[in-house]
């Protein structure tokens, strides 16, 4: 851990801590998998193989690392990792229903884990149960939904097990010592909480859970679903100690996600790299970081490593492809589209990028159509519902944009682009306080960038409200660099309200500026 | 019972003694005999029952599967039985010579009626004679239900003998045929009707056919034996007769819709005799007395003159209302667990399914009606709590399955009907649910459940009207629970008739205190009234109760919510926040939650989290008009804030 504090120069990464790593890596992937919770033991699997590991045959050597292992060990600030075996203990009675249960679940017979694990007490066994009965809640909520956006689809159709599963939680909680509580019963608990739409509430226990065991990717990932807008970050890393490698990933995640592009996260990355030199997780957390920046050729560079490493690995590939719309590359997007639809045809990501595709033709019903698949497929896909919603503005469907929109804020509230479009369309359809209100959340998420205060100013004009237009104006001049449009409206609404003077200023550095583009 | 003659006794054509249900009758001819040595004489038992001076040692409603007519015969002279315990008038006994138990001898009688008395007495082995050959044969054919055979035969054997006795029973092989009208006029003979046997069982018949006034004639307007103290008469475990009597009268009266002379009959007929389950079973499962007027009865009860007085005891007291003394019944359960080895019985499990439901823990509650009902597909007694639970819990397919099963099975059960009710109501058939639960109605007009469901119907239609009168019935019906007066008093709280629903919201209270639905709505009363500081103190209550119960959370959940629009209405944000907020977690989202935070925030000036709240709320109920006018209201503030804050 200490190669990790002492900053970039430290190229050479302490072995001893690497072969730690490795070690907790591998053990938090059995933990995982034996949780059946898939996806993160994916993802630590993926981080395992990431690993600079140049002197493979001394770490299978375990004998002399393990001396050294204690040492590193002890640096380790989070409760041992070895402490989750802690958690696996149950009695013999349930051992044997624990492993039926988990080949039930692992073949999506979710009712039925539930129903094996009924008496059992042991916290592992709980959290499968609970954990079976959520998914299948959510599958039946996903079945009771029908059609995309049809008249059941939306908060009227909830997963009606959340409530049951919260309440036998916190009866679990407040009937089982603190110290005690089982890292994944904490995990759970912030999955349920969320999805109840109870994030607040969530942080507490999800940070509890990451801090008994950090190795749970799956627990950050909902943490970071916590997390709204930057502000509330500090707070969170105030409260795990930031010098952990997943917490530093977290950090990365966070930011990356929260339109962060700044030096300090880059650095981060970079050490982080150091680590895992060969994680495609990093890269394409590197691309993202580019593609906000706006820099989409290395962005672009980075996602084509990634597809050459890992052709078939279609996580974030839909992002990829938005890069590809934006650069208009329509060659390229549609070879991507053929390589992931022969991967898999319904995988939201492959549809996602289809839809793309067709969208970039401005073949937007074909789109639409595609975008519907994907969230057939997930109602929980990230980016559908807001492309979805950007198709529907395209076809002039305001109200079925309207409620894509809204329901990519569902599943995301971070997402810039559905504040920003739901305020582009109660615009047009000129209802503007709604639509300011709109523009305010999405320039909260970007205060940095001036299409946002753009937007509030017409906003404001259109409220006849021109003094605060004229404010919105001057920020959002302030953080371009002086765009004719920009300095025009603020021209003409300097003379409606009568400064002449200032109306001609911006006139004149209006011409200025046209003059020299 | 006005119709008596004066000096004619009521006495028991059967005497007592119990054989094994289907015993041979040879089984017991050895202890007739045996016992009939030891046994003194009769006793005088009657006392100043005026007309007609009635033995009340006349135990036993004998009940049809208890010996055969021969056993009987040959124990007549016995048992010291009723009959001859009377001091009646010698004028009597050469009327009735036939007359049953010793006095048969007594008179000796010329005896038509038997061979069968006369040896029998002598020489229990002698054979029998014609007749008791064709009573054993009458008597097989009823045990097997082949009635047609014992009509038969009965008729047979009452034609050669005319005894008084074969009548009896040929009566007593009509009513099991259901031919109550026939029996009733078999009993109508003049020599049977002084016969406490004969009476009852023309009461009953009478009953059956639904005359009341005629069955109270029959049976009499009150017990003719409340003067006696005797309680010695059942040592060998029958319910007396009396006892029964009683019960009979209360079905009249409650027929006759006089439930408290009817509740009365029942207590009297269990201070007569603790052994009278129907009575207790009248009184309990119609809830026809006050939780607290339940303890006390019980505990007036005497049950240390039986042998199996402590088993009665705690059987009862486990049958008892679940809204107090809940350690009682714990140490009864326990009792009668580890004494008694009941662990199984499905009884003692429903009682316990009661405490649960009336707990609200209705998951667990339907565990345990299931564990009984897998046992006994068809235990009536459970099946409106079974109901109960399936509803709350929207188990729909379980309904389905138990509605038709019971349609198929026991079409004849008003309780079917209440389940298909209950099905159609939870699919929200609302038209078909009424008429279900109308047709049990119609089958049992005291069906409490049937008439709480129909009115459910129109309150669930928003017909209040008629679903105050749907409630009175069952409020009438139902004079020991809480239930139809706090229902009424709900839908005088949406007629907004304040006045009134708190009338019938107090006179609930007074019957069960510990209801946290109760006291919720006790408290939206005076919330309406404006009368905030008291409103939170029946919510306040109602959650410790709640929380004193270990109820699910289903039960307090609404509790909370009007916790936070009172604190709301005092203007005390942070605590109507907190509670609002707690119910967001633990519950299903309703969107009247999500309005209510919009308002305080709104308040608070918190006017984007304010838009957000109103925005989940017409997620969830988009044709909520006051939440779109609250959202616009809240989106003009926003814009509003905005602009301050750039001023300033």
């Not at chain 1, 597809?307 to 996580?315: E, I």
């Not at chain 1, 920003?420 to 909260?444: H, K, N, P």
């Not at chain 2, 009993?187 to 069955?215: G, I």
């Not at chain 2, 203007?571 to 633990?586: I, K, S, T």
Request: with cysteine.
């Amino acid at each position: 851990m200490s190669s990790m504090t002492s900053g970039n120069d430290s190229l050479q990464v302490d072995p001893t801590f690497v072969g730690q790593l490795q070690r907790d890596l591998e053990q938090a992937f059995n933990v995982l998998s034996d949780r059946c919770l898939y996806e993160s033991a994916k993802w630590t699997a993926e981080a395992l193989i990431g690993l600079d590991l140049e002197d493979e045959d001394a770490s299978a050597d375990d004998a002399d690392i393990m001396q050294d292992a204690t040492v590193a060990r002890t640096q380790l600030e989070y409760a041992d990792a070895s402490d989750i075996t802690m958690f696996d203990r149950m009695p013999a009675s349930e051992r044997r229903k624990y492993t039926l249960a988990k080949a039930c679940f692992s073949c999506r017979e979710y009712d039925r884990t539930v129903m094996f694990l009924d008496k059992c007490n042991s916290p592992k066994c709980m959290f499968l149960r609970l954990f079976a009965k959520y998914i299948s809640g959510e599958k039946k909520k996903e079945e009771r939904s029908e059609v995309i956006l049809g008249p059941l689809d939306g908060d009227s159709t909830p997963n009606k097990e959340l409530a049951i599963i919260i309440g036998e939680l916190e009866l679990y909680f407040r009937s089982s010592d603190l110290s005690k509580h089982d890292p994944f019963l904490l995990y759970l608990y912030g999955i349920v909480l969320i999805k109840h739409k109870c994030e607040k509430a969530a942080v507490e226990p999800l940070i509890r859970s990451v801090k008994l065991y950090p190795y749970n990717w799956g627990a950050w990932l909902e943490l970071l679903a916590c997390v709204s807008t930057i502000d509330q970050l500090p707070s969170i890393l105030a409260q795990i100690p930031t010098s952990h490698i997943m917490a530093k990933t977290f950090e990365v995640v966070t930011s990356q996600e929260l339109f962060q592009s700044t030096d300090a996260v880059f650095a981060t990355l970079s050490q982080l790299e150091i680590v895992f030199p060969n994680f495609q997780f990093l890269k394409v957390q590197r691309a993202l970081l580019c593609y906000h920046a706006l820099e989409y050729n290395e962005s672009e560079k980075l996602f084509d490593t990634v597809l050459t490493v890992d052709p078939h690995r279609l996580d974030d590939m839909d992002m990829y492809s938005n890069i590809l719309y934006v650069t208009e590359q329509r060659a390229k997007l549609a070879y991507l589209a053929q390589l992931a639809s022969s991967t898999d045809k319904f995988r939201p990501e492959t549809c996602c990028i289809i839809a793309n595709y067709y969208s970039l033709k401005s073949e937007h019903e074909k789109a639409v159509v595609y975008y519907r698949r994907a969230l057939t497929l997930n109602r929980n896909c990230l980016g559908a519902w807001t492309l979805m919603g950007h198709e529907y503005v395209e076809l002039k469907n305001i109200r079925a944009a309207i409620e894509s929109y809204r329901r990519a804020i569902g599943v995301n509230s971070k997402d810039v682009r559905a504040w920003y479009g739901l305020g582009q369309a109660y615009e047009v359809i000129e209802m503007y306080y709604y639509s300011f209100f709109y523009y305010q959340r999405a320039a909260a998420l970007k205060p940095y960038d001036h299409r946002m205060w753009v937007a509030l100013g017409n906003c404001f004009e259109k409220l006849q409200r021109p003094t605060e237009a004229i404010k919105a104006y001057k920020r959002a001049l302030s953080l371009s660099e002086m765009e004719v449009s920009i300095l025009q409206k603020l021209s003409s609404l300097h003379a409606s309200i009568g400064d002449v003077a200032s109306a001609a200023r911006y006139s004149q550095l209006c011409k200025e500026a046209d003059t020299q583009s | 019972m006005s119709s008596r003659r004066p000096s004619q006794a009521f006495s028991t054509p059967v005497p007592t003694g119990r054989a094994g249900t289907l015993s041979r009758p040879e089984s017991n001819l050895g202890s007739g005999v045996a016992s009939s040595a030891s046994l003194p004489d009769a006793p005088a038992l009657t006392s100043g029952y005026s007309a007609s001076p009635v033995p009340a040692g006349s135990s036993h409603n004998s009940s049809i599967l208890s010996i055969s007519p021969i056993a009987r015969v040959l124990q007549i002279p016995a048992t010291p039985q009723s009959a001859s315990a009377t001091p009646l008038p010698p004028i009597t006994k050469n009327e009735y010579p036939f007359g049953f138990g010793s006095d048969m001898e007594a008179t000796s009688t010329p005896v038509i009626n038997s061979s069968g008395t006369a040896s029998g007495l002598q020489d229990a082995d002698a054979p029998l004679s014609q007749a008791d050959r064709l009573r054993l044969w009458r008597h097989d054919a009823l045990m097997q239900h082949q009635y047609q055979t014992a009509v038969f035969i009965g008729d047979t054997v009452l034609s050669i003998t005319d005894d008084p006795n074969d009548a009896f029973w040929l009566a007593q092989v009509h009513y099991n045929t259901g031919h109550y009208a026939r029996a009733r006029q078999l009993l109508m003979r003049q020599e049977l009707d002084r016969s406490a046997s004969c009476r009852y069982l023309a009461a009953l018949c009478l009953t059956r056919l639904s005359k009341w006034d005629e069955a109270l004639l029959v049976i009499g307007e009150t017990n003719p034996f409340q003067n006696d103290d005797d309680s010695n008469a059942t040592s060998d475990g029958g319910i007396k007769l009396e006892a029964s009597m009683c019960y009979l009268r209360g079905i009249i009266y409650s027929n006759q819709n006089n439930f408290e002379k009817a509740k009365d009959c029942y207590k009297e007929a269990l201070t007569v005799d603790i052994k009278c389950y129907e009575a207790f079973d009248e009184l309990i499962a119609n809830s026809l007395m006050t939780p607290v007027e339940e303890w006390e009865f019980l505990s007036s009860l005497r049950f240390d003159g039986n042998e199996d007085g402590e088993l009665v005891k705690l059987l009862y007291t486990t049958k008892l209302n679940k809204y107090y003394n809940t350690n009682r019944f714990f140490e009864a359960e326990q009792q009668l667990q580890t004494k008694y080895n009941l662990e199984e019985n499905s009884d003692l499990i429903q009682s316990r399914a009661e405490l649960l439901f009336v707990q609200c823990r209705f998951r667990q509650c339907l565990e345990l009606c299931e564990k009984v009902l897998e046992r006994d597909r068809f235990k009536f007694s459970i099946i409106p709590l079974y109901l109960a639970c399936l509803h709350e819990l929207e188990k729909k397919n379980k309904l389905f399955l138990i509605a038709h099963e019971m349609a198929e099975n026991h079409p004849e059960e008003p309780v079917t009907w209440l389940t298909v009710g209950v099905y159609y109501l939870s699919i929200h058939k609302i038209a078909e649910a009424r008429r279900f639960f109308s047709k049990a109605s119609m089958m049992n007009p005291h069906f409490g459940a049937a008439w709480i469901g129909f009115a459910h119907t129109f309150a669930v239609e928003g017909e209040h009207e008629q679903a105050v009168s749907a409630y009175s019935t069952a409020a009438r019906l139902f004079q020991g629970t809480h239930l139809p007066s706090l229902f009424l008093g709900m839908q005088h709280l949406q007629l907004h008739n304040f006045t009134l629903a708190e009338e019938y919201l107090d006179a609930s209270y007074n019957i069960c205190k510990t209801d946290p639905l109760l006291l919720n709505e006790m408290g939206v009363v005076l919330y309406h009234k404006n009368q905030l500081n008291e409103a939170l103190e029946f919510f306040f209550r109602a959650l410790k109760v709640a929380d004193e119960l270990d109820s699910d959370t289903k039960a307090w959940v609404p509790i909370k919510i009007n916790l936070g629009h009172a604190f709301r209405q005092l203007r005390r944000w942070p605590e109507a926040l907190e509670h609002f907020e707690e119910v967001l977690r633990v519950s299903k989202h309703e969107p009247e939650v999500y309005s209510a935070i919009g308002l305080v925030n709104l308040q608070l000036g918190r006017t984007e989290q304010a838009v957000i709240n109103f925005q989940e709320a017409l997620s969830l109920a988009p044709n909520d008009p006051v939440s779109w006018d609250l959202l616009k209201r809240a989106l003009e503030e926003n814009a509003n804030s905005m602009i301050s804050k750039n001023d300033g």
